[in-house]
């Protein structure tokens, strides 16, 4: 796997983030005064995909590992939810994220031991399989999972605080939603910054770069890789519990392996050699797919033909893209 | 007794075209190291291709030369792999494999609407063969002879591929090519042809399993990304790279479906995952493969 | 206790020999003389947003019904429009994108594009969904199919903006039961091939309670629960033919059917049993080949089939029949009646709100009236239930008949089953139950048949 050092990370200064981080964060928070109701919707369904496209970037941006069935630690994580609620009778927002953090982790702990121990294509075939082996399941079991129809879920309370049935609930998810997603997104980014950045973080990207060579400075390459594939698969479970009151509704359809392939897309459209790329990718995608499945039958074709010209001339996605052409920019303006 | 020949036969139908799909993927991979997302979509593209010409174009014609229109979606998959390697795949040989899965997956999105858009929304079927075959009797049950075709000519094709990979000069230079790449290439084999030829032999391979079962079943949209979920189990099973791999996982994941639908009917869904999945926890190269 | 025959005919269960549709109900909606519209209506277009399968092997469902929506929208405009002042505009929407792109869609067609009311949807994993949205949404919609009973069971179990025109999915399994108790009374055994997932399960369950009910000699020997969309049905036939049962019963619908017969046929499976199905002829009617054995129980998913009601006895079928094949050179199946009734539903209630209020009614008033409603439309009188906002119908399903005028297999006309559905759904006030109300319904409230 030919080798580009996240060296432009590690080079930057405090400052310079600041710069557009933010009018950004500023952005973020006036959003719902700021656009139409839609819109901010769409902007919190793309903050809940950048949770899980982050945590699913810890393995392949950093780590090297392509895993092309994280559709699994999703629907696990908006699985828990529903369960919470059809025997529970839970409503707390808070105990739905504890669940799915939980949930997630035994799942992820049990799918990693066994993935770790391959590489490239067969770690990816083997994290296909698996979500495949979940999805199956969920669609079977239906008097557990309700099957195809699914499971529903109300709307939760959130910090203690219920929502009186009646009330908008346009206005909940715009407001009130939202909001808590963007706390819950600003958390999961700061954690995810301090996972990359710690000496954790390097290891991992050494074990990405060189294997051989990591084992022989003495890392432990298993339990490393078990350990990346833990907190990715659980940051995607959080999300996966973000989205379901979103919906009202968990389904299948999110554990079949085509949405892993949507996850990926994700990665590879914001770039997955930066850190801010798959929340980019995230947003994006989301807001792309919207568009296209609105504005014709043949969507596919149209993100498929986005999927293969982004990678045929974009490979480093959209931030990758952004940062090679503000370098070549700067560059030009010193000489 | 006769029960178990016709559950045989059954497993056997499935198998058949289990391998010629599998046995595509799996060549082009051993050769080309690559993982074509988009394989199950030839298959598709040939069952449509076929459907069409023995369906519609050419409907009502006599039955004999339906029979050789049978290859027709098999010839169009072929073209279109020939085309597609060395415009959409070569650029990507150098690139990390990730890139090659994402082409592929983007591919595979591209062509479900393509079959859409050229062959319209409603399921094709070309069952004038399959009722003309007639069918015979295995004691007291009434079997298909269309299936029985089939299965020979899924037979048929592994012993072709076997004489023509372990026993032509150009299976000698497939081989050479697919184990050391570069000795191959400092030999003087040409290796863009090469891998040309292969993905185009990978095609035929999907898209004549199309072909071949359309006039028993029918095609359907969506028939390709199931096709492909199941041959990523055979070659789980049988080992990524590796034709005799292909044949066996086809036959392990044809039995075990037999057996499974009429001994636990509600497992059919869950037990060929299952089994992958084993597999890889306990021999991640399968059966045949070599962990590369 | 009733015998068989005496409750089948409590329930209403006859066999029409030409179109018996039910008569003397008072009946609203009707073609009446073209009164002007009363206040001042604006001319913007009224703009649906239509949402089904265009792409992927549901979409063999999925075209009919927005033809059907865009063949009455075309008759509406043709007079100018609702209220003879906005003309209908159709967006349309891919349903194969999945639940969760269909629930940004439906948000988006609301809040973006402002339509002002929702039509289709097929899959009934997607009406659970996108109930409660609609309802959050304060969206006006109309489902044609996803005729899950669990969308007013357990999603929406209080509806106001959504409503249903076709036929619960409890009552497929339910009539089909019922066909078989009525015509094949002797059979012992039986045998299931349903798809698996939530419609298979349904027909199951339904048929199974029902069977148990009027049939109780009757056992099951033989289920197979092949993937929905699947083309190779062969272990499954041959798993049916080993068990040698009477009957079979099959959900298959679609391509699936097809496939399954043309590969039934040549396992000899149709002369060895009878076989009765909830959606065969319904889905596709000029997919079905003449080969297709004659006498078999064929439903149209209890709701229409094109030749019924026939001829001149019911002349808004003929118009609706001959204008949808002269555009679409196809025949009609029961999502395009669907979708063509759904949408006349919602002129005539615009009418009626208008005559009572003047001006454009606001969707109360559109709401008001249709519950409560009933309409006559191609398949027959339709009926929508103020409670639970759920159209019903006479079911009717019928058997399989070749016949020189159409050059596929149509339903029997001599032998044409129907069955008010409102006898064999759970009535209002009957609480929600598992899996579904009408499965408690019938399994407390029905009579035990003796043998």
Redesign the interface.
Known sequence: MTTVPLTTFQKRSPLRVVVWAVPLALLLVVLPWAVDPYQTILVAYGLVMAIAVLGFNLLLGYTGLLSFGHSAYFGVGAYAVAFMVKYFHVESMELFLVGAVVASTLVTVLFGYACVRYTRIFFSILTLALSQVLWSLAYKFYGVTGGSDGLRVPTPKLLGIVNPVGEDKIRFLTHGYYYYVLVVFTLCVAVMWLVVHSPFGMALQSIRDNETRAQFIGLRIRAYRLVAFLVSGVFTGIAGALWVPLNGLTTPDILYWPFSGEIVFMAVLGGFRNFTGPIVGAVVFNWLKTYAVGATVYWQALLGFVLVVLVMVLPTGIVGSIKLLWARARGRAFR | MD?LV??LF?AL??ASVLFLIAGGLSLIYGVMRI?NLAHGNLFALGAFATAWAIGQLFAGSDSAWLFLLLPTGAILAALLGAVLEPT?LR??YR?????Q???T??????????I??VFG???R?A?VL??KA??LHVGE????R??LMVIAIGGLAALFLWAFIYRTKFGVVLRATSQDMRRASALGVNVNLVYVQAFTIGCFMAGLAGSI?VP???A????G??AL?LS??VV?IGG?GSLEGALVGALIVGII??IG??VF??????VL??I??GV??VR??GLFGR?? | MPTRREFLAQLGVTTAAVGGAAAGIGVSGIAQAQEKPKGTIPDKPFRIGHMTFFTGAGAVLGEPMYKGNLLAAEEINAQGGLLGKRKIEILKADEAAGTDANTKEMRRLRLSEKVDMFMGITSSGNTPALGPIAEELKLLTIFIDGCTDFLFDKAVPNPRYIFRSTNIQSADGSTCALGVAMTWPEIKTYAHIHPDYAYGRNCYDHFTVVTKKMLPKAKSVSEAWPKLFSTDFTPHITKTLAAKPDLLVTSLWGGDYVAFYKQALQHGLFGKMKVATTLGLGSVPQAIGKDHPEGVLSGVHANYHFTYPAGNRWPLNKNFVEKYKAKFDEYPNFQAEGAYTATHVLKTAVEKANRLTGGWPDDDAIIGQLEGMMYAGPGGYVYIRPDNHQGYKDAITGFSKNVPEYPFPILDPNRIITIPIRNVTAPPGWPKGEPTSTYTWIDQTWPQMKA
């Open positions: 029960i016709v559950h059954n139908l499935y993982v959409l650029p990507f690139r990390p494999e990730e890139y899965l994402l082409v997956f983007g591919l595979l999105m591209i062509l479900e609407d393509l859409r858009f929304a409603y399921p079927s069952s399959f009722e007639g069918s049950y009434v079997y298909p269309y299936n079962i028993g079943q029918s359907v949209l969506g028939m990304v199931d979920v990523f189990i789980v990524l479906r037999e639908i009429s009917p509600e497992i059919e869904l869950a995952y299952l992958a999945a890889l926890f991640p190269a962990a590369a």
